[in-house]
Every structure is written in structure tokens, then in C-alpha cells.
């Protein structure tokens, strides 16, 4: 019953750690892109966030043979002038029980320069550098979704999408902005080749307000 328990418990925490976790993308100008792993409220850990050891290979949206380069708590890559996008199915392995495995999917962009969506989920400006943003999923609107905003003083407020999948931000303080979303589908579905029944597809968008 013990080991059983410590299994549960391990479970649970692993499902809070990916739910709470994020990827997302930095970009200053047209340099490399920084990809992290962690939790985008809280001030990054002196080394990296503890899980982002398990952020292995982000995939570019269009693909990239560009080098992917390990820093200090991100992975650094060149990119192509514009918005960066990227995607990652495998930072954590499908968890659970049997028949109701869990798993999650990362969906991230940097800029806010193109009012059109490349990922499956994706927050998009409703046009070139808009304080307004819809958030799309296949490229269908999400109404009544959540949509938090962090500032670049990590100032957090959580917005509601409207009929039309959008929501206008009051985008006062220059710096780092970091918006979120989360989706769950429920169903017979599959990730890295395990059934599973529930998928959390988490998307970012990051910008710089001047």
C-alpha cells in the first residue's frame, strides 16, 4: 500500500508539473531565439528550471536544420528574420494509469509581427504589432477561454476570450510580455505512441513592447 501510495503521489506531481510548466520562445531583434522550459511567472532558478533537462529537441515551425545550442536554463538557435515558432510533443512521457493516461503538447511564438497562426494552437495578433489577440485553434476561434497575461514586472492578470476568440490587452509597461493558453481534448487519442485520454495543448506568445 505504501508503494502504491509514492507511485500516486509521483503521478499527481508529475501532472501538476507539466500542467504548470511552459515552453516558450525569446527573441531580441532578429538574433538567435532562446527556447525555455519552466514556469514564466516565477523568476528563472540560478541554473535553469529543474525540468528543463527534459526540453530535448523543440521543433522550429517551418523546420529548422539550424544548430540548437544549450545555455544555462535555454537552447539557443538561429532563426529566420520574423516571428519564431515552435513546437514540442516529448518534454514529458504520457503518465498515469492505463486507459487514462495523460499527456502534453507545447505550442510557443516570438513576435507579434504576423496576424496569422502556423501552430495547431496558437495566440495571434489580430494584426501587426495589435494590443489585441485571438486565440485559434486550427484555425478556428476559442471563446470564453482563459488567456494570462504576464508583464515584464511579472505583474499576471488572467482574461477571458470573447465571442470572437479575442481579447484586448491594456499593454502599459514597456518590456517582455507572456501570454498563455490551455486546451484540453479528451478521447481515444495518442501522443508518442501510447493511448492516451487526455491531452493539454499549452501555447505561449511572447513580445517585446516598445
Not at 503521489?9 to 519552466?38: F, K, M
Not at 533537462?53 to 544555462?72: F, H, I, N, W
Request: aromatic letters at 6%; glycine letters at 8%.
Amino acid at each position: 500500500m505504501k508503494t502504491l501510495s509514492i507511485v500516486l503521489a509521483a503521478l499527481l506531481s508529475l501532472s501538476s508539473t507539466a500542467q504548470a510548466h511552459e515552453v516558450w520562445v525569446e527573441r531580441d531583434g532578429t538574433g538567435p531565439a532562446r527556447i525555455y522550459l519552466g514556469e514564466p511567472g516565477e523568476a528563472l532558478p540560478e541554473g535553469g528550471d529543474p525540468e528543463f533537462e527534459k526540453l530535448k529537441s523543440p521543433k522550429l515551425v517551418p523546420a529548422s536544420s539550424a544548430a540548437q545550442v544549450r545555455k544555462t536554463g535555454y537552447i539557443e538557435v538561429a532563426a529566420p528574420p520574423g516571428d519564431v515558432r515552435v513546437i514540442d510533443d516529448s518534454v514529458f512521457a504520457p503518465w498515469g494509469e492505463e486507459g487514462k493516461k495523460e499527456g502534453v503538447i507545447y505550442y510557443a511564438r516570438a513576435g507579434r509581427a504576423e496576424a496569422k497562426a502556423g501552430l495547431p494552437l496558437e495566440i495571434v495578433p489580430t494584426a501587426a504589432n495589435a494590443d489585441s489577440f485571438t486565440l485559434l485553434r486550427n484555425g478556428k476561434p476559442v471563446s470564453a477561454a482563459k488567456l494570462t497575461v504576464i508583464s515584464p514586472d511579472k505583474w499576471s492578470k488572467a482574461f477571458v476570450t470573447d465571442a470572437q476568440g479575442r481579447v484586448t490587452l491594456p499593454l502599459k509597461d514597456k518590456g517582455r510580455y507572456i501570454l498563455s493558453a490551455t486546451q484540453t481534448e479528451k478521447g481515444d487519442l495518442s501522443l508518442a505512441g501510447q493511448k492516451v485520454a487526455t491531452l493539454y495543448h499549452i501555447a505561449t506568445l511572447t513580445f517585446l513592447n516598445d
